[in-house]
């Protein structure tokens, strides 16, 4: 009853939040498992870095509860639950009831906070899920492990990787666990490894195999892998230890205490000679869970969801004896003060803004909604930028797989080819419709990166796109919106905006002339500058103030 009570409170905190617009990565597993719902595997229409399984966990979420954001978000809540059952049965093999009750409450209180983006359904919480069954099947007594058992941990562990490939640190903690035992009693090893190994290989095997018979293996391996590994290296290690002072300080203030109790919780574990193997277990736990978040060095927020059921466990098993019982309900409440505002008084859009500040969530969806009223179809359509959220809400293609910039704006060897492929597939495509996305973090641009992109949009949009739309952001409380004529007369105020573009093939010369940029000045500083407009707002006061 008391799990259930706190699934119930977790799941009213996060329904309020439900209609939060999507940020851009739910935006791209969103999109790739609409397209996967129409049979149409990933890489072909949509590249990125990640391994499917979150696309496909998508399609199975969306195909239940509906390809909208409330869609996509009561599929996050169903998981959570399921990831504060397994906490609690997991804290419950380890240390009790007690302790699994406050673990579950623990995690299910920071997986929902704004400073890890706990209302957005990131890939992390797909990899927690299956992470965590694999992990209870092997907290059973070693006596009781049979060779299914540890296939299917196996297999769950597996699960946990195809959804991110830093699930695979999860999976190497359950082989060195399984190892580590099997060496202990000195038997069975080969078997019991080999069997847990097998599973743990069988969804990453599967995976590929369906997408060799889709005809896109070559386009997963280099996104996943061979991309994967030069994005991974392009981190040094004092920008690593930067990225973490900086991201990891408000996650530790906005639950402090609760952080604090875990601490107490992994000294407290190792003070009994007959707790050992629990708190072994537990130790190395969260040794590997704080690994799955290093990989490239960036210390995102979203990562630390991957490190909090092992923080859940260790803060739940502080909660032993009957006077820790007030300092842990002093925990939880005190942590529910400093998350107030955000879990019981803003409304969706503006916990967007707090998480996303001028980020252009909420304003993707009125663009999209624009482009699929106005639109056929089967009409493609691109975006110049890292948006990918607009082609799920406008139900329409991509004209180019390239649904990120990042790739093509890293100082990486294959950052050129990129931009060409994607010019190539644009104008291949020709779409109907093309959003030009101003702001930095749509971009991201390295200051030695290529930037072909930006003299070929200059040249290529002049001659066949007229404005038809712009969403200027001014501030984190007030967007314009400026549709049609209006659009083409409008200046916008802001850095961050969406500019809407339709294609035109009739397009004067007089307008084509206006749009040229003075003798000497550079598309690609022309492109950010919003003093008066940036170049692509064709031939408007805008570009005639600039």
């Not at 802001?494 to 809407?500: C, D, E, G, I, T």
Request: glycine share 8%.
């Amino acid at each position: 009853m008391v799990v259930l009570l706190v699934m119930l409170g977790a799941g009213l905190v996060r329904w309020r939040l439900l209609d939060i617009p999507l940020e851009r990565d739910e935006g791209e597993y969103a999109y790739a498992g609409q397209l996967m719902l129409q049979g149409i595997p990933p890489y072909r229409l949509a590249c990125n870095m990640k391994l499917p399984g979150t696309y496909a966990a998508y399609a199975v979420l969306m195909a239940v509860f509906g390809q909208s954001i409330a869609g996509v978000h009561w599929g996050l809540l169903l998981v959570n639950c399921a990831a504060i059952l397994l906490v609690y049965l997991l804290g419950k093999r380890l240390f009790g009831t007690t302790s699994a009750l406050a673990a579950c409450a623990a995690y299910a209180l920071l997986s929902v906070g704004s400073a890890v983006l706990g209302t957005e359904a990131h890939a992390t919480h797909f990899v927690v899920l299956p992470a965590l069954a694999g992990a209870l099947l092997l907290a059973r007594p070693a006596d009781s492990w049979r060779l299914s058992t540890l296939w299917w941990s196996g297999l769950l562990f597996g699960l946990a990787f195809v959804m991110k490939q830093q699930g695979v640190l999860f999976g190497v903690f359950g082989a060195l666990l399984v190892a580590a035992r099997c060496w202990r009693e000195r038997r069975g090893l080969v078997l019991k490894l080999g069997a847990f190994l097998g599973g743990a290989a069988a969804p990453f095997a599967v995976t590929c195999l369906l997408l060799w018979r889709a005809g896109v293996f070559p386009k997963f391996w280099f996104w996943t892998f061979t991309y994967a590994r030069q994005y991974a290296a392009e981190s040094s290690l004092a920008e690593g230890v930067s990225a973490l002072a900086e991201h990891f300080p408000p996650i530790l203030k906005q639950n402090a205490p609760l952080w604090l109790l875990a601490v107490a919780g992994l000294v407290l574990v190792w003070r009994k000679r007959e707790n050992r193997g629990a708190a072994a277990f537990a130790t190395a736990f969260l040794a590997f869970s704080f690994l799955a978040i290093c990989p490239g060095l960036f210390f995102r927020e979203h990562y630390f969801v991957l490190l909090l059921p092992a923080v859940a466990l260790l803060a739940g098993a502080a909660v032993r004896h009957r006077a820790v019982y007030w300092v842990f309900g002093a925990a939880l409440v005190l942590s529910l003060g400093l998350q107030r505002e955000f879990l019981f008084r803003m409304n969706p859009v503006e916990a967007c803004r707090e998480m996303y500040g001028r980020n252009p969530f909420p304003e993707a969806i009125q663009v999209a909604d624009y482009i699929r009223t106005h639109s056929e179809k089967d009409a493609r359509i691109a975006v110049l930028g890292s948006e990918p959220e607009i082609y799920f809400y406008a139900h329409r293609h991509s004209a180019t797989s390239y649904i990120y910039m990042y790739g093509l704006m890293e100082a990486q060897p294959y950052a050129l080819t990129m931009q060409n492929e994607m010019i190539g597939e644009l104008e291949a495509s020709a779409p109907e419709y093309v959003v030009q996305v101003s702001g930095n973090a749509s971009w991201l641009q390295d200051q030695q990166s290529p930037t072909r992109v930006f003299d070929w949009w200059y040249a290529y949009g002049t001659q066949h796109y007229r404005l038809v739309g712009i969403a200027d952001i001014i501030s984190e409380e007030r967007t314009e919106y400026r549709w049609a004529s209006a659009a083409e007369a409008y200046q916008p105020q802001s850095s961050y905006f969406l500019a809407v573009y339709r294609r035109s093939e009739r397009v004067t010369a007089a307008s084509r002339g206006t749009s040229r940029l003075p003798a000497g000045s550079s598309p690609r500083a022309a492109w950010w500058r919003i003093a008066g407009s940036p170049a692509s707002l064709w031939g408007g006061p805008a570009l005639q103030s600039w």
